[in-house]
């Protein structure tokens, strides 16, 4: 993977927003609920300058990447989870998935996003229009990967993401996601909260809390002031009694490489790949879709994996 943009001017500034890339796990109400809050403002921007977004793309795929981070406070070893969108608006779909690390990837189905006017709120519902939200857990322990999937209700990740745990898992739970931009379009703040009840929570404890979080502020404001999240935490929540259990960095992070991109060419058969030697045009390139970084290929690199496909079919024969 190749970083087009790194957040910060300086290696001061780099190492600073490093810090601040957080994600924040906690329960509170005496374990009746457990809850996160990630701070992913260079995350959000360093995905935007990669996948060369817009303003609404940037909303679109930015609240999925802060949905997936807060959802790998609840991952561990080589866990990883994926949300995956498929729907009939004009933003097609959108795929994401992070690991236990906080490594968070993915792209959008279309982009960019069409519109037939200037946008007059950031109300996704029309863009989304019908479709289907999933949630895939691929654990370490697992002999095949768990997915939950329902239709989506709201055109809202934040609240079709809340009904997939009612539904799906049983679980309430409620969601903010936020990314906040300056008048120059720019991303100041991007962050996100979840929050879900436990076994034998209070139905009156729930019913509080949900209404304080429709209260909050947009979470991509709350990280643009905010210097310090769990002082936030422990605040906002102070009648809850919120007691931090762990804090891990995030970022925008793909590992893709020239050699597993290669892999790409080499299962093109012996026809297409003569063809391409033959008639190029080179580079034959090749983008990463989860974070739109170029590969290119001359004409001596296609020969050699055209040389090692015969070779391969040779030996099988």
Known sequence: MEKKKRYGETLKERLLASTRDKLYSFVMAQGMLRGAVVNGSRMVNEMRWNHELGILE???LGHSYLA??????????????SIGVNCSGPIKGLSVEVNAFGEVRGYLKQVPIPIEKPLD???LSPFYGAGFLSVTKYLEDA????????AME???LAKD?????????QIPTTFSLGVFFDTEGEVKGAGGLFIQAMPGADPDVLEQLETM???LPSMGKVVNHVENLPDWIQNTFKDFHPKLLDRRGIEFMCHCNPLQIRSILAMLDVDELTDIVKNGPFPVEIRCH???????????????????RIERSEVMQ
Request: hydrophobic content about 35%; overall charge negative; some cysteine.
């Open 143 to 150: 002999k095949h990967p768990f997915e939950g999937k329902i």
């Open 68 to 81: 997936a981070a807060l959802l790998s406070a609840n991952l561990k070893g080589n866990d990883r989870l």
């Open 290 to 308: 989860n974070c739109n970084t170029n590969y290119p290929f001359g004409r001596e690199e296609v020969q050699r994996v055209l040389t090692e």
């Open 154 to 156: 709201h055109g809202s």
């Open 58 to 60: 940037t909303l679109v």
């Open 213 to 215: 979080v429709l209260e």
């Open 121 to 123: 709120s950031f109300n």
């Open 161 to 169: 993401l809340a009904l997939y745990y009612l539904q799906s898992e």
